[in-house]
């Protein structure tokens, strides 16, 4: 058996009848297929952690060395420059540093919740007067807070939320009709 594209010599077990790279070209220049493929590769890098790490670290590394080759890391040097290029559009460096401005109030907001917000300013003066690295400074405050403060500050940052009822599946595995019959069934009155 040969390819019906060109003409090589082909395994009888051959489905489409052509060669690998024949049947290959083809498949990439049927839009249909190249949707349906890459649909499928999409739902996989959602669905898939260990396959979107792997696909990233892929990547990664081909990039780093694709830039050995001094044409292909001039092409990346123009890609970053065309980039930063939209930065220079009006309004869009305003946003971004509008952004960035909330952007710290949240990340200060997330490191610092383990403190409750009587003890800020303490903390804020054990590492700015006191010099006091931050793991140092916590350990203090963490010392000085009583039990019920600890509490209160573990609800307050959402650990409370886990205290309503959890129903489980077993719990409630009944249809509502049923139940509800069987309630009426056994309701006193
Ligand atoms: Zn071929």
């Not at 499928?40 to 990039?63: K, T, Y």
């Not at 400074?137 to 600890?150: N, W």
Request: hydrophobic share 35%.
């Amino acid at each position: 058996m040969i390819c019906s594209d060109c003409s090589r010599p082909i395994t009888r077990q051959s489905k489409t009848g052509r060669c690998r790279s024949c049947a290959a070209r083809r498949c990439g220049s049927d839009p249909v297929m190249v949707a349906r493929r890459s649909e499928a590769l999409r739902r996989r890098m959602r669905d898939d952690p260990a396959f979107r790490a792997r696909r990233a670290r892929e990547l990664h590394c081909r990039n780093l060395s694709a830039r050995k080759d001094p044409a292909v890391a001039a092409r990346f040097l123009e890609i970053i420059r065309e980039n930063r290029k939209g930065l220079n559009k009006p309004g869009v460096r305003e946003r971004w540093l509008a952004g960035r401005k909330e952007a710290g109030r949240k990340r200060h907001e997330t490191v610092m919740a383990w403190c409750p917000p009587e003890y800020r300013a303490e903390y804020k003066r054990l590492r700015q007067s006191k010099k006091m690295l931050a793991a140092e400074a916590k350990r203090i405050i963490l010392a000085q807070l009583t039990p019920f403060e600890r509490k209160m500050q573990a609800v307050r940052t959402g650990a409370g939320i886990s205290a309503k009822p959890v129903l489980r599946a077993s719990d409630h595995s009944y249809s509502l009709i049923g139940n509800s019959s069987q309630l009426a069934a056994g309701a006193p009155g």
